[in-house]
């Protein structure tokens, strides 16, 4: 890791956090083109086999979670994070899954964020590294222009936003707030002619917060620091996050006094809420459990061996599309929110041809067929979870 900027290997050991559920944007040409992208086909074949869909149903890409093959189009997200990775030139994205249907207007202004590669910005000075980087993190307000950096992290709620028009950049996160450079300039960029500064990390917050960094979108520029060197009194922090939210956030009874105890807080709120999530799944009627073998109606069309069932879970509480999956997300014509399924019963199974070819995810229970102990595409097995070694995407 670069030691200049502890702050970005910092980023990229909290993207890895337990809890924290990993985020892979797969543009459409992973889905069309497979001869042309290899590496990332294990994950497409997850996701496929996930959704029951073939690669047409993908004509925008999709924000994957790779350990499941689960899409997370239009899910809504707590301390979003995007790194790009010094060593490898790579990205990493991760955040917390939230129950929000949609981003408070009252947290400021839209922002709309995106990666940036390599061949469409050309080093202007500063550190070398920005040579050898694949991508770089752009966030860009209207009216406000472009920002660049080695890492974006969202103090404010962030969508997956999928545009669904096939046109790339078609996989954009959303969230409102102000826009904060943090740490060192890392160095300067042109784009078509334009310069621009590059910062250690771009901040999102809820519009309002004080937050020690330079202020981006401000007509002169500017700087907004901390009060006091860098603490927050409590009332502080509420007045901040009570302005864009337009009402008293859920605090752990203790004083905060930096941006990192709000997440804190922020983290000892969404631990009730899985905890909420288990009281769901304790007292939902499961029919099936933990070891059984189970087939859908497309695994034995296909001759595919049984699914072990890891795990009971809830699913549903997806965005309704016209069509399914790839389709339009359906708006509530009077609230304008994204209306989403219930929350059904479902599992975490794992599909193993061999003990070097196999996936996991999750499927509703209304997809399963009935249990077996054999099926036609083979016997089931109890080999080891064995750990399949990818290139980085």
């Avoid at 944007?25 to 069309?32: I, K, L, M, S, T």
């Avoid at 029951?52 to 707590?78: C, K, L, W």
């Avoid at 000075?125 to 890492?151: Q, R, V, W």
């Amino acid at each position: 890791m670069n030691p200049k900027y502890p702050s970005i290997q910092e980023m990229i050991q909290k993207l890895q956090e337990a809890g924290r559920t990993p985020i892979v944007p797969a543009p459409n040409r992973w889905f069309a083109d497979p001869v042309k992208h290899p590496f990332q086909q294990k994950m497409i074949e997850r996701v496929l086999a996930q959704t029951g869909q073939g690669r047409e149903g993908f004509p925008s890409g999709s924000y994957i979670n790779p350990q499941t093959g689960e899409p997370m189009d239009f899910d809504i997200m707590h301390d979003l994070g995007v790194a790009i990775d010094p060593n490898t030139g790579r990205p990493m994205m991760s955040g917390i899954k939230s129950d929000l249907t949609e981003i408070d207007p009252k947290y400021g202004s839209i922002t709309k964020s995106n990666l940036v590669r390599k061949g469409l910005f050309k080093h202007e000075g500063g550190d070398e590294l920005l040579k050898n980087l694949a991508f770089l993190a752009t966030i860009e307000k209207s009216g406000k222009g472009h920002h660049y950096g080695l890492s974006t992290h969202y103090a404010s709620p962030a969508e997956l936003v999928n545009t669904m028009t096939g046109k790339n950049p078609t996989l954009r996160p959303h969230s409102r707030g102000d826009i904060f450079g943090v740490g060192d300039e890392v160095g300067r960029i042109s784009i078509q002619g334009k310069h621009h500064p590059v910062y250690e990390k771009l901040l999102v917050a809820p519009a309002g917060s004080d937050v020690q960094g330079k202020k981006l979108h401000k007509a002169q520029g500017g700087v907004a620091h901390m009060n006091k060197g860098g603490n927050l009194t409590v009332e502080e922090m509420r007045k901040a996050i009570a302005k864009a939210s337009g009402s008293n956030p859920p605090m752990a009874e203790k004083n905060l006094t930096t941006m990192q105890d709000f997440h804190t807080s922020l983290g000892d709120n969404i631990k009730k809420r899985a905890a909420d999530m288990q009281n769901m799944i304790e007292s939902t009627p499961f029919k099936y459990d933990v070891g059984h073998h189970v087939f859908t109606e497309d695994s034995a069309r296909k001759n595919f061996p049984p699914m072990r069932i890891l795990s009971r879970v809830m699913v549903g509480n997806d965005p309704m599309r016209v069509g399914g999956i790839g389709g339009k997300v359906v708006k509530d014509p009077v609230t304008g929110k994204t209306m989403r399924t219930p929350h059904e019963p479902g599992y975490g199974v794992r599909l193993e041809h061999s003990p070097e070819n196999w996936s996991e995810f999750r499927i509703p229970e209304t997809a399963i067929k009935g249990r077996v102990d054999m099926a036609r595409g083979g016997l089931v097995t109890h080999a080891h979870h064995l750990e399949i070694e990818e290139r980085p995407l």
